[in-house]
């Protein structure tokens, strides 16, 4: 399984734009690059996720490298709500069998 | 509103005693996982459902069992056999496609008293 790299924790003020970096240098050209967010206590949610382009919804942005070693997840005005641990996983497209999670970034935002 | 739900959400188990922790979801989703996590740590298999009927072990499956009767459950059985049970267990389900996200339940906090 392909792994990824995050860094442990990173720090934002509120209203501030947040970079989450992961490293995928393993990353074969099947594999999704996906991003979960968990709050204390909770089930991981699904932010986002990306093959080969950038891609926005709602809730962020993702920009994936031209050669997909690397990928930023981008929270553009964190808030409160966004502290959480951050995890980016890969799924391979063609043994979608399971995810594996490493120990994620933990994002602590300050008013 | 389709979604995961596990139950209970808080377990207590006394030494040697087998428990069961529920997992039920109304997505249709195909495939279906159990994690286990630790205070602080990231989150690590345990079993997973392709179909029904048919599961395989994940990377920490010993102490544990499930079954797969139906496509909507996947129950997971903390046997007396797991020596460290106490810990966060999250069910999850996905269809088979990559492109896709994981749904996620809301976890059972299971301790052994």
């Known amino acids: 399984d392909a792994k990824t790299t995050q860094p442990n924790s990173m720090e934002s003020n509120e209203e501030e734009p947040v970079h989450l970096p992961c490293n995928h240098s393993?990353?074969?050209?099947?594999?999704?690059i996906h991003w979960y967010r968990q709050l204390p206590s909770q089930g991981p949610e699904y932010v986002i996720h990306?093959?080969?382009s950038n891609v926005n919804n709602r809730m962020a942005s993702l920009a994936i490298a031209e050669d997909r070693k690397s990928s930023t997840l981008i929270l553009h005005r964190a808030t409160l709500r966004d502290a959480a641990v951050y995890y980016c996983?890969?799924?391979?497209?063609?043994?979608?069998?399971?995810?594996?999670f490493g120990t994620g970034t933990r994002l602590q935002v300050f008013p | 509103d389709g979604g995961i739900t596990q139950s209970p959400k808080y377990l207590f188990r006394k030494e040697g005693q087998n428990v069961t922790l529920s997992c039920e979801q109304n997505?249709?989703?195909?495939?279906m996982y159990w994690y286990r996590q630790d205070p602080g740590q990231g989150l690590r298999l345990i079993y997973y459902?392709?179909?029904?009927?048919?599961?395989q072990k994940g990377d920490i499956a010993e102490g544990y069992s499930v079954s797969r009767e139906k496509k909507e459950s996947f129950p997971l059985t903390v046997t007396s056999a797991q020596k460290n049970p106490t810990a966060f267990y999250l069910c999850?389900?996905?269809?088979?496609?990559?492109?896709?996200?994981?749904?996620f339940g809301s976890g059972t906090r299971l301790t052994v008293v």
């Open positions: 996983i890969l799924r391979d497209s063609y043994n979608t069998d399971k995810l594996i």
């Open positions: 393993t990353i074969s050209g099947t594999d999704y």
């Open positions: 990306g093959l080969t």
């Open positions: 997505l249709n989703h195909d495939a």
């Open positions: 459902s392709q179909i029904v009927n048919d599961f």
């Open positions: 999850a389900s996905a269809t088979g496609a990559a492109n896709y996200g994981y749904t």
